[in-house]
């Protein structure tokens, strides 16, 4: 909990960025540095007026309440006060979210990793769809889609698929996606109506730039081949399919979607970038003992996150002990109120992190 001192000095942060605003005579890149400060402070501005409101609220009707007002008075100023103290304690802990230290990444873009995990034939067609599940997630967020590599197999599964999603706050709501995802169905091929239990693996990563991880020539070892379908038969006849080897780690990409090597070269380097980028960024992480554990679980992609049971239409988070019945809607892409509630159980978890601290 803030004590007034800091409530107010927060308040008055809030004004002095509008004064400075409202002088005028800036630089346009200086005013456009400070016009976002100011709109990413308002939210914490308006917070903490709220918390000093109630604040003094209930000061004041703790005052009227007392033995020198009439017994009509007391009782009044005394139910006031009852909803007063109600309101605060949320009013205090929206303050406190807001004032929890961000991720840096939350702002960017992401890349979505999906992987058949065991079960055979069964664990890449669930893989088929997760991987549809997340495009159409992307499409009701109004975010921007795009197929970066696929290896596909004969049912029409997915060994695994590489996309890029694009909008704004997408690695924010995507990253609690990480971990091994679990189905429960009856597989078409299955006569006897038997429940199979297969896996996919999820890894959701934030695009790098250029800026971010330098990428030498030297360090990268670059095969061109002819690509090659699910079956094994070519599916065009130049050799445009692009593996890259990054030699100081050993990590590899492969892409063979585009007709162009050109664009599968720039392709797999889009996904080597943000690979590498997360490495460093778990590397920091580790560290200064901040790590994925501090998010809804750890994040690590061979913890069990969820499971997905098709004959009761249920799904399952483990993490937040969350059980909704409407898997059909979520596979259509309605994963806003799992998402929501992973986002608001991080938060809980940190916020009390901090409060334990001070």
């Known amino acids: 909990m803030l004590a007034d001192p800091q409530i107010d000095r927060l308040i008055e942060r809030g004004k002095e960025l509008e004064a400075r605003l409202a002088e005028g005579g ?15 402070f308002q939210p914490i501005q308006r917070a903490a007026l709220a918390v000093r409101l109630l604040r003094d609220e209930i000061a004041g009707l703790e005052e009227l309440a007392g033995e020198g007002s009439d017994l009509e008075m007391r009782e009044l100023a005394a139910a006031e006060l009852a909803q007063a ?22 702002e960017r873009n992401a890349i979505l990793e999906v992987r058949a995990g065991t079960g055979g034939d069964e664990a890449a067609l669930f893989a088929g769809t997760l991987l549809r599940m997340y495009q159409r997630y992307a499409e009701l967020q109004g975010w921007t889609y795009e197929l970066l590599s696929v290896s596909e197999t004969d049912l029409g599964g997915l060994r695994e698929a590489v996309a890029s999603i694009g909008g704004r706050g997408v690695f924010a709501r995507l990253k609690y996606e990480s971990g091994v995802h679990r189905v429960q169905r009856v597989p078409e091929t299955e006569a006897s109506g038997r429940i199979h239990t297969s896996t996919a693996t999820v890894a959701v990563l934030p695009e790098a730039e250029e800026i971010d991880v330098a990428v030498a020539d ?20 130049t050799d445009s399919a692009v593996r890259i080897t990054h030699l100081p780690t050993g990590l590899v990409v492969i892409c063979q979607d585009e007709k162009s090597q050109h664009k599968n070269k720039a392709k797999a380097l889009k996904i080597l970038r943000a690979r590498l980028f997360e490495r460093e960024r778990e590397a920091q992480a580790s560290a200064r003992a901040s790590s994925r554990r501090q998010q809804v679980g750890s994040g690590d992609r061979s913890e069990r996150i969820r499971t997905y049971n098709f004959p009761q239409n249920r799904l399952s988070d483990h993490r937040i002990n969350l059980t909704l019945y409407k898997l059909d809607r979520v596979v259509e892409g309605e994963l806003d109120e799992i998402v929501s509630a992973l986002m608001a159980a991080d938060q809980a978890e940190r916020l009390a992190q901090v409060e334990q601290a001070a």
């Open 26 to 40: 800036l630089e346009a890149a200086a005013f456009v540095r400070l016009s976002k400060e100011y709109a990413e």
């Open 85 to 106: 103290r109600a309101k605060l304690p949320a009013a205090e802990r929206a303050l406190g979210i807001l004032l929890l230290p961000r991720d840096a990444a939350d």
């Open 218 to 237: 030297k360090d990268l070892r670059i095969d061109v081949y002819r690509a090659q379908g699910a079956g094994g038969q070519h599916v065009n006849t």
